[in-house]
């Protein structure tokens, strides 16, 4: 990811806070909806200017736009773990033990014939 993705990610984050659509921004910002649509689809490089105006249009400082630009590119480029690499804290299944199965399952059948003894 290059700084120009992430300003297009940041962006349509920011558009997307505010609740505007693309044709809302494009009217607010002076920018032809085409344009925009290539801006925050990555196609096309945004200039310094359409950054203020885009900016401007969503209330917030152009340089709030880059900070936010830099933490995606930072995430982007981060080494995140997997979950291939994280260790359980504890095993999500446990083994099984036959012998206490085979111990459980004659305690419940003798149980069920003590019943039936019971309601006969």
């Known amino acids: 990811m290059d700084m120009n993705?992430?300003?297009a990610k940041a962006i349509g984050a920011?558009?997307?806070?505010?609740g505007m659509?693309?044709?809302a921004l494009s009217e607010a910002a002076g920018?032809?909806?085409r344009s925009l649509m290539r801006i925050l689809q990555s196609e096309r490089e945004i200039k310094v200017n359409q950054v203020a105006q885009i900016a401007e249009a969503l209330r917030l400082y152009p340089h709030e736009i880059i900070e936010h630009a830099?933490?995606?590119l930072e995430r982007a480029e981060?080494?995140?773990p997997t979950l291939a690499?994280?260790?359980p804290l504890r095993q999500t299944e446990q083994p099984v033990d036959e012998e206490r199965?085979?111990?459980k399952d004659s305690k419940t059948v003798q149980r069920r014939r003590d019943d039936s003894e019971f309601f006969e």
Do not use: L
Request: proline share 4%.
């Open 5 to 7: 993705e992430a300003v």
């Open 14 to 18: 920011e558009r997307n806070i505010s």
């Open 21 to 23: 659509t693309v044709r």
């Open 31 to 33: 920018i032809p909806e």
């Open 70 to 72: 830099e933490t995606i």
């Open 78 to 80: 981060r080494d995140v």
């Open 85 to 87: 690499n994280v260790t």
């Open 101 to 103: 199965a085979a111990a």
